[in-house]
């Protein structure tokens, strides 16, 4: 393959530039669509599919755009079992309330997500 410009001679394009930086396949979790939904980790996203009272907070920004497999509905089980297409790391999230103020030993390490719980309302259109 070639590649030329007004500013370049037509050349053999060079390999470093065929590839991406991506060794691996995108993300994709096998029979997945029973417990939930691939999404990308947004502020404001839902947190479960099946529900749009609970949005994701405060999420780091190292992993804001990430996918993230979203579940159906909050996960009560203490076993969560799936397959996906490639090796990655693994995060789990889970719920967690801390007592206020946080304990002596707690180390804030800025990779905390929030889950926020919010009341929706009917929308009404007013005229004026």
Request: hydrophobic letters at 40%.
């Amino acid at each position: 393959m070639l590649w030329s410009s007004s500013e370049k001679e037509k050349e053999i394009v060079p390999q470093k530039y065929l590839y991406t930086r991506i060794s691996h396949p995108p993300l994709q979790p096998v029979d997945f669509e029973k417990f939930g939904v691939l999404s990308l980790l947004n502020i404001n996203e839902l947190a479960f599919k099946d529900s749009i009272n609970f949005i994701l907070n405060d999420i780091p920004s190292d992993y804001q755009g990430l996918p993230f497999l979203k579940l159906n509905t909050r996960h009560t089980e203490n076993k969560l079992e799936f397959t996906i297409n490639t090796p990655c790391d693994v995060f789990i999230g889970f719920l967690s309330h801390y007592p206020n103020p946080l304990p002596d030993d707690f180390e804030n390490m800025g990779e905390m997500i929030s889950i926020l719980e919010i009341q929706v309302s009917t929308l009404v259109k007013v005229t004026i």
